[in-house]
T-cell receptor
Framework: EAGVTQFPSHSVIEKGQTVTLRCDPISGHDNLYWYRRVMGKEIKFLLHFVKESKQDESGMPNNRFLAERTGGTYSTLKVQPAELEDSGVYFC????????????????FGPGTRLLVL | DAKTTQPNSMESNEEEPVHLPCNHSTISGTDYIHWYRQLPSQGPEYVIHGLTSNVNNRMASLAIAEDRKSSTLILHRATLRDAAVYYCILRDGAQKLVFGQGTRLTINP
């Protein structure tokens, strides 16, 4: 079974440009999450999709970030315009439909996209 | 989300057991204790989770204190591949994971 994949693995852009990150979850996983780690900080939650719907977007830093999951399969995270403080590693994770109330389903992470904004 | 406290770093030798502590004094009755780890240049990966009883799986064991205010992740025989940052996370059914700083584990050959 293929794991979570992310593209690109690295991206270097200039301040003010636009970058789009893509995440392909494990096939059949309804839940898709975006997290990021900016330099020196902890991994932070950005948002959560259930199929194509945004379940929780409380972690999105500002309106320069736009996440989509059309058709409930892959997801994109667009940063427009990118700022220096957006540099970091962006992780995507997926999990199956919630079955265990309380425990939470295991999340499977991709390798991340390393974004550098110059 | 309830907070956890872990040592910043720990060091151990290859093929020896490793005990990674986690304090969670404000844990609620419905919080599960989850452990994830992040190997170098990879995304986090699930290790183990439990509620009240000790748990074992092929990767590790989780020992939970009787009052649930602390827990210990046990790697029975550490290998070089176990060098990673280990995160202790409390979940109450909320879908998102709340990561702390974790413990950076170094394994000496």
């Amino acid at each position: 079974e293929a794991g979570v994949t992310q593209f690109p693995s690295h991206s270097v852009i200039e301040k003010g440009q636009t970058v789009t990150l893509r995440c392909d979850p494990i096939s059949g996983h309804d839940n898709l999450y975006w997290y990021r780690r900016v330099m020196g900080k902890e991994i932070k939650f950005l948002l959560h999709f259930v199929k194509e719907s945004k379940q929780d977007e409380s972690g999105m830093p500002n309106n320069r970030f736009l996440a989509e999951r059309t058709g409930g399969t892959y997801s994109t995270l667009k940063v427009q315009p990118a700022e220096l403080e957006d540099s970091g590693v962006y992780f995507c994770a997926s999990s199956p439909r919630l079955r265990l109330a309380g425990a939470g389903e295991t999340q499977y992470f991709g390798p991340g996209t390393r974004l550098l904004v110059l | 989300d309830a907070k956890t406290t872990q040592p910043n770093s720990m060091e151990s030798n290859e093929e020896e057991p490793v005990h990674l502590p986690c304090n969670h004094s404000t844990i609620s009755g419905t919080d599960y204790i989850h452990w994830y780890r992040q190997l170098p240049s990879q995304g986090p990966e699930y290790v183990i989770h439990g509620l009240t009883s000790n748990v074992n799986n092929r990767m590790a064991s989780l020992a939970i204190a009787e009052d649930r205010k602390s827990s210990t992740l046990i790697l029975h025989r550490a290998t070089l591949r176990d060098a990673a940052v280990y995160y202790c996370i409390l979940r109450d059914g909320a879908q998102k994971l709340v990561f702390g700083q974790g413990t950076r584990l170094t394994i000496n050959p």
